[in-house]
């Protein structure tokens, strides 16, 4: 359980404007991620969890353990917090090798223990063939795995994670984030993702705290967020989101697709989704500038145009069975009268909410 | 034409031990400015940074006074020792210090600030000690701009001349430098002894400059990481 009631206040400079903290992370989910713009004090919260920004006031709590509370004048060190820390850009020691790096986190251990927990860890980690080598030899995936290798020989109380998959590509993200889900399986521990882009955090949060201005927005499950923001200024950091139930009604692993029966009353093609059964039920997110949108022909959906508004150089339509889809001006004014349209969902971009 | 080389040798070890106890001093001032907050930290950069600007005759005047047989300093230093420390080859050691020791603080300092903030944090959130980040993490980040630095305090070292003249004088055999001969070789009509040690220090100066670059190079390489 970590429970961070953090406030901490900048005075303004020439340069930066005033900033005030104000935020109460509590949770209990394996993986909580704090979402929100770059500035919102995401990563300040991490900072102070970690020990190395002090609040003004505050009491940080994990588990049983008080790292900080302002009132009783306590305050950990960053040393004697034991919170595994993984920041962008991984921070493996350039000059070591990826086993040294390792083996600088378990120092306290004898020399024959820690030989044989870097060794257990770099397997784990599939990073026995690169252990000699150092982080500037190693892939973006390589590295970042080495990171969180390393922060686990620590033996943490839990993981704080910022940013880690920023400056990865699609497929080393999607890599990453299976490593996460086994890190999250196999050690129990819980987990704190600072991100600002909102696919990782729907697909990696358990719960989810909204962040804005040195606030928490909202927070809760991230699908129950997507569902229902409290207010519009959490709507405008989600973006436009459809969200509907669907089943695998066929699945084919070797080509990574599957088709899925939706809610609404269609069929679309799909991504494969490991760990998945035919007839599983999975809850889907897309967003609404994701979809293609044409009059006719080509692959889709077709969908009865309901309702249509209009925005900035776009118009925004709203089809039977709740998808709405957004599309430029002036493609929508020629076929303005069009009363079925063709809506294409592109597999890669369906995101599988937690429910 | 007959050339002492006794100058030669004493330049080199007197920029030898200056330049050791500089890198002393620069690795902890460096330590000091970039770990620690206190108060009077930019006093203490200015103090460090006074030599680079003030002349060698003033910097030369500090010394005999603080140093002198009428400072305590002084008289301490001829208690334990059984003689007075100005004019001696020690004297020189110290000229070359004052000469050289700011230039390697703030360049070790900028090397160390150069280590990015993250790798002290991710030692420090996997429990090392403050002396662990320091010798294990930012010093080996920093190390080859460290060295590239201490050659270059070397070379400055290596020609002091006002502070020297002014401490340590210029005492054939005893505290006569390199820089301090080749004055004295011009003055007494000695060019060709005058040439040959100036083109011997040039040939010093010349290397330690280029191992400087190379060393300084190779730390811009392994950063860019």
Redesign the interface.
């Known amino acids: 359980m970590i429970d961070a009631r953090v406030r901490k206040q900048f005075l303004g400079s020439a340069e930066t404007a005033p900033f005030t903290l104000d935020v109460h992370v509590k949770t209990q989910a394996g993986l909580a991620v704090l979402f929100g713009p770059s500035g919102a004090g995401k990563s300040l919260t991490l900072d102070s969890i970690a020990g190395f920004a002090k609040p003004d006031e505050g009491r940080i709590l994990v588990d049983d353990v008080l790292l900080f509370d302002a009132a009783a004048g306590l305050s950990l060190s960053p040393q004697r917090r034991r919170c595994g820390y993984v920041i962008q850009n991984s921070a493996l020691f350039p000059h070591m090798t990826l086993r040294e790096n390792l083996a600088f986190a378990a120092e306290r251990l004898d020399r024959l223990e820690r030989r044989r927990q870097v060794g257990e860890m770099l397997e784990r980690f599939r990073l026995t063939e690169v252990a000699g080598s150092r982080p500037a030899a190693l892939s973006g995936g390589q590295r970042q795995r080495g990171a969180i290798a390393r922060a686990l020989l620590s033996q943490p109380r839990l993981l704080l994670l910022d940013e880690p998959s920023s400056g990865l590509d699609f497929a080393l993200r999607e890599e990453f984030y299976a490593v996460l889900d086994e890190v999250r399986k196999a050690f129990q521990m819980p987990m704190l993702l600072v991100t600002h882009d909102l696919d990782e955090a729907l697909q990696l949060g358990d719960e989810m705290f909204v962040f804005k201005g040195g606030r928490v927005v909202q927070s809760g499950p991230p699908s129950a967020i997507l569902d229902h923001p409290a207010t519009e200024e959490v709507a405008g950091l989600l973006g436009r989101f459809n969200v509907f139930d669907a089943e695998i009604v066929a699945m084919d692993p070797a080509a990574k697709s599957s088709r899925l029966r939706c809610g609404p009353g269609f069929e679309i093609a799909g991504p494969y989704f490991p760990g998945h059964l035919l007839g599983s039920r999975l809850r889907l997110g897309v967003r609404a500038e994701m979809l293609r949108v044409k009059p006719f022909g080509g692959a889709g959906v077709v969908l009865k145009l309901l309702r249509q508004s209009r925005r900035t150089q776009t118009v925004r339509l709203e089809f039977a069975g709740g998808i709405v889809a957004e599309m430029p001006e002036r493609a929508f004014d020629g076929e303005s009268h069009n009363g079925e349209w063709v809506v294409e969902f592109p597999p890669s971009a369906l995101r599988q909410l937690k429910s | 034409m007959a050339i002492d080389w006794f100058p030669l040798w004493l330049s080199l070890r007197v920029a030898a031990l200056s330049t050791i106890v500089a890198l002393l001093a620069g690795l902890w001032l460096g330590w000091l400015q970039t770990t620690k907050n206190y108060r009077g930290k930019d006093i203490l950069d200015a103090v460090v940074t006074l030599p680079m600007v003030l002349p060698p005759t003033v910097l030369g005047y500090y010394l005999l006074i603080v140093l002198g047989r009428q400072s305590a300093l002084g008289r301490l230093y001829e208690w334990i020792f059984g003689q007075s420390l100005v004019f001696t080859w020690q004297a020189a050691v110290l000229a070359a210090l004052l000469h050289s020791a700011p230039l390697l603080i703030k360049f070790s300092t900028a090397a160390l600030e150069s280590v ?1 903030r ?2 002290g ?9 403050e002396w ?1 980040v320091f010798w ?2 930012t010093l ?2 920093a190390w080859n701009q460290i060295l590239a630095a201490t050659t270059l305090a070397f070379a400055r070292a290596l020609g002091d001349f006002g502070i020297t003249m002014m401490v340590a004088g210029n005492i054939p055999g005893r505290t006569q430098t390199i820089s301090v001969a080749i004055y004295d070789a011009v003055e007494g009509g000695r060019g060709d002894v005058a040439r040959v040690l100036v083109l011997v220090i040039s040939a010093v100066a010349l290397v330690s400059l280029t191992l400087a670059n190379r060393l300084g190079r190779v730390s811009v390489g ?2 860019t ?1």
């Open positions: 990015p993250r790798y944090k991710a030692a420090r959130s996997l429990g090392a000690s662990m294990r993490v080996p980040l392994k950063a990481h």
